[in-house]
């Protein structure tokens, strides 16, 4: 079984630029989430969806990141006008139930020059 | 707020001693489930060893943990750290049935010959 695929696994972008993120969950998960990891904050919680709809993106920075799930097989986050603190390595996780068992992706580093 | 605390950035260790790494939390949710996770380099986070019984010990690769409420903890242990113990771990809280978890900052065990 394929696990949680996440595409590009690295990205180089210039300040202000925009970059966009992929994630393919596990077929059949009905969750999907997204996390930023760097050394200082750890594993942070940005946002999740269940069965496609948006549930809680309470960790999002409000005013240049966005994410969707257009259909149960693709996530995207986008980060518009991209800033060196957003260099970090985001991953994906889907789980098929509520009891927080999550199945990461191996993340994609992204890196703001 | 709920909030994961991990004490050590960096947990260093001779193989075959033993190992302890702590964990401890503050929710006001009533329902809470506990979970390891552990990080090989340039690997996915993956469940190590989950938990919501009072008291209970888990057991898994190894490694266990007993889940305390009285005293919001929830440390790892293992009597005889081997080399390829050597990872990052997170601990992490998920609350409400909710499938969403707050991790730790994270600690690296550092198991040396």
């Known amino acids: 079984n394929a696990g949680v695929i996440q595409t590009p696994r690295h990205k180089v972008t210039g300040k202000g630029q925009e970059a966009t993120l992929w994630c393919e969950p596990i077929s059949g998960h009905s969750a999907v989430f997204w996390y930023r990891q760097t050394i200082v904050q750890g594993l942070e919680f940005l946002t999740y969806?269940?069965?496609?709809?948006?549930?809680?993106d309470s960790g999002m920075p409000k005013e240049r990141f966005s994410a969707q799930m257009p259909n149960q097989s693709h996530s995207t986050l986008k980060i518009q006008s991209t800033q060196p603190q957003d260099s970090a390595v985001y991953l994906c996780?889907?789980?098929?139930?509520?009891?927080?068992?999550?199945?990461f992706g191996e993340g994609s580093k992204l890196t703001v020059l | 707020g709920d909030s994961v605390t991990q004490t050590e950035g960096l947990v260093t260790v001779t193989e075959g001693l033993p190992v302890k790494l702590n964990c401890t939390y503050q929710t006001t949710y009533l329902t809470i489930a506990f979970f390891w996770y552990v990080q090989y380099l340039n690997e996915a986070p993956q469940v190590l060893l989950k938990s919501s019984t009072d008291n209970k010990r888990t057991e898994h690769q190894g490694f266990h943990a007993t889940l305390h409420k009285s005293s919001s903890s929830f440390h790892l242990q293992k009597s005889s750290a081997q080399l390829s113990d050597s990872a990052l771990y997170y601990c992490?809280?998920?609350?409400?049935?909710?499938?969403?978890?707050?991790f730790g900052l994270g600690t690296t065990l550092q198991v040396q010959p």
């Open positions: 996780a889907s789980s098929w139930d509520n009891t927080g068992q999550l199945y």
């Open positions: 969806f269940r069965n496609q709809a948006p549930i809680d």
């Open positions: 992490a809280l998920g609350t409400g049935n909710t499938g969403k978890l707050i």
